[in-house]
């Protein structure tokens, strides 16, 4: 049965999603931690953060994670359309429970930034996965 399981989840696409989710995640921590030491709000610096960031994981969850090959033009576009709309509900999600974790809860803003990524990194996958890279032969749960 944990076999089953592990082989269910530990395949090219989740190993690869993972590695590129660590990856976003740094780029996420490298211009937020950037921002907030040159006196940037941290407010101001996880908006920021966020769009860099989700420029990045569009391109190489395109091309690396789910192997999405076509660019013609109104394919690239829904995929952009959805990706960042997707993107940015999962970016309100982190100011948001960024801030109640920092201001609200007094938490230390970079343990914050840690337990936000995480839940962050399974919600994009899932959108992902279910909404917009899709296969065509793929049904929506």
Not at 26 to 42: A, I, K, S
Not at 64 to 70: A, E, N, P, T
Not at 95 to 115: A, F, G, H, Q, T
């Amino acid at each position: 049965m944990l076999k089953k399981i592990w082989d269910k989840f530990m395949n090219r696409e989740v190993i690869s999603y993972l590695i590129f989710g660590v990856l976003t995640t740094l780029v996420n921590w490298v211009v937020y931690g950037m921002m907030v030491r040159t006196g940037v709000d941290y407010r101001i610096a996880t908006a920021a953060a966020w769009v860099v960031s989700v420029l990045f994981a569009f391109v190489v969850n395109k091309i690396f994670v789910f192997q999405s090959y076509d660019l013609h033009l109104a394919c690239v576009m829904k995929e952009v359309t959805s990706f960042t709309a997707c993107r940015a509900a999962s970016g309100v999600m982190e100011m948001v429970l960024m801030v109640i974790m920092v201001s609200w809860l007094n938490m230390d803003e970079y343990v914050s930034k840690v337990l936000v990524s995480i839940v962050v990194v399974v919600v994009n996958y899932v959108f992902s996965k279910l909404f917009i890279f899709r296969k065509s032969e793929e049904k929506p749960l």
